[in-house]
């Protein structure tokens, strides 16, 4: 298995420079960029991408490369060095497993640790570009009543963002959000407009700007994983259950410039006391407070059994079920089963993948996703497994 580590870098085309200047040198582009792979200098690889609760705003991804620095190769001072005068802050990284893309994002810090005796290291701390939109500030202006994609794709229009539209995958919405004046942090207001849908807001591992609706973000069979310890899908060496209170909520407040609208599930509160949720949402209408009150009581009212995490070693298995796995992105669904112990019957639990992190070394590299429960969700018509009638899954 190959972890592919690379930096982008400026190297442009010199005219009639006789090392920068020769035509087709894939070292000096035409364009100036170039993408220089340093594998060969890595010790280990750390990559946290998603949010730890359900409820959470998603975080922007983690990057830690820690790099062999013996020969100062990725000493900024020193002249002699293959990459003088390219360690800097603010460049593109990339992480790509065996052909697959694990993350992308820009180098925020180029850390030093030196040992008179000892090794020397350099370590590279990166972030994706959820850190770039909490550095903007949106345009001022006014927004018209418009759906949530379309409010979303306005704020990447924007001058002071400049969102690529190339690298977004941006749903229509469910919720139409009221007039407005923008302001403040870019990020900040994006995740008010996500809040707003109770949807999925996160950056890809490709780098892209995804957006989806609560509808989109419903869980469909058609492309399911199994994970199993029985032989029946991806072997996975470790799962942990959570069984507890942290996203109980049976009191919701959600308001807007609208209104505000409570639901409250009596049941829950007399059996679990009082858990409430307080949302500051964007819509325009008390009908849309109302459905997302409702929505938030009825998905958070009882405490939740859930798959809390599953860790694969991806050296142990099989080329088709590491294409598998490393092809999980943020709010796919999986299937686990798993038999605590060998005793009694199995376990199988649907989980919506809400955080994927990785751990590589050069003998080992560890895959952790971290799960949402789909015991409540929405009724999705046809579909085998959430399209069954008498379960907790609701018709939208």
Known sequence: MATIVEFQSVAGFILDDPIAGVLNNPTYTLDGIVWSDITDK???????????????????????????????????????????????????????????????????????????????????????????????????????????GARVNAVLDMVNVDWPAGARDISAGDSILGDDVFDGNALEYLQKVDTSEQGNMFIAKNGDFVFKSRTDATPKSDSLVTLADDGTGVHYSRVSVNYGTELLKNTAVVSSAAGTATAQDERSRFTYGISSEEI?????????????????????????????????????????????????????????????????????????????????????????????????????????????????????
């Not at 280990?44 to 013996?70: F, Y």
């Not at 009212?301 to 796995?325: H, I, Q, W």
């Not at 992190?357 to 050069?362: L, P, Q």
């Open 42 to 148: 890595i010790i280990d690889v750390t990559i946290g991408r998603g949010k730890s609760r359900d409820l959470d705003r998603t975080s922007s991804g983690l990057l830690t490369v820690a790099l062999n620095n013996e020969e100062r190769t990725f000493d900024p001072t020193y002249t002699a060095g293959p990459f003088y005068g390219k360690i800097v802050p603010r460049r593109k990284i990339r992480v790509t497993t065996d052909g697959v893309r694990q993350f992308t994002g820009v180098i925020d810090d180029w850390n030093f640790a030196y040992e008179p005796v000892g090794p020397s290291r350099a370590e590279i701390i990166a972030t994706d570009d959820f850190t770039l939109l909490a550095r903007q500030l949106v345009t001022a202006g006014t927004a018209t009543p418009q759906a949530t």
């Open 280 to 396: 500051d949402t964007l819509v325009d209408s008390v009908a849309q407070l109302e459905n997302l009150a409702d929505l938030i009581v009825s998905k958070y009212a009882d405490p939740e059994y859930r798959l809390e995490n599953v860790v694969l070693n991806l050296d142990t298995m099989p080329s088709g079920d590491k294409a598998t796995v490393l092809g999980l992105e943020l709010g796919d669904v999986v299937l686990v089963k798993f038999t605590p112990n060998d005793i009694g019957n199995q376990l199988t639990r649907y989980g919506e993948i809400i955080t994927i992190s990785h751990s590589v070394e050069k003998s080992r590299h560890d895959i952790s996703i971290g799960l949402a429960s789909v015991d409540w969700t929405f009724l999705v018509l046809d579909d085998p497994v959430f399209g069954t009638m008498g379960t907790n899954h609701l018709a939208f």
